[in-house]
Nanobody, 124 residues
Framework: QVQLVESGGGLVQAGGSLRLSCAAS????????MGWFRQAPGKEREFVAA????????YYADSVKGRFTISRDNAKNTVYLQMNSLKPEDTAVHYC?????????????????WGQGTQVTVVS
């Protein structure tokens, strides 16, 4: 069992930056591949970024590539999402998730545990 708690969301002007953190409980954090998703009102949950067990491989949605960076610190049981050059269309509740699956990490169904989400609001 893994519990995930996100933090770092907030209100920011377009072009600004935020850093989201996701703290995981348990001693098996390094066994999970981690991902970030987001969901805007009236829209489906969409993939943002994912990272391998060691952090050596990262994956991004086209919409955030070059602006967002996912990283992890297994010693601190934490995964991060650095978000730069934010746009109003990035406004959404952002969720972190943990996966033991070997499948594609851009699919929500691949994830076993989810955090409660943190709101990111970007104003122009």
């Amino acid at each position: 069992q893994v519990q995930l708690v996100e933090s770092g969301g907030g209100l920011v002007q377009a072009g600004g930056s935020l850093r989201l953190s996701c703290a995981a409980s348990g001693r098996t954090f390094s066994s999970y591949r981690m991902g970030w998703f987001r969901q805007a009102p009236g829209k489906e949950r969409e993939f943002v970024a994912a990272i391998s067990w060691s952090g050596s491989r990262t994956y991004y949605a086209d919409s955030v590539k070059g602006r967002f960076t996912i990283s992890r610190d297994n010693a601190k049981n934490t995964v991060y999402l650095q978000m730069n050059s934010l746009k109003p269309e990035d406004t959404a509740v952002h969720y972190c998730a943990a996966s033991m699956s070997l499948g594609d990490l851009d699919k929500p169904l691949r994830y076993d545990y989810w955090g409660q989400g943190t709101q990111v609001t970007v104003v122009s």
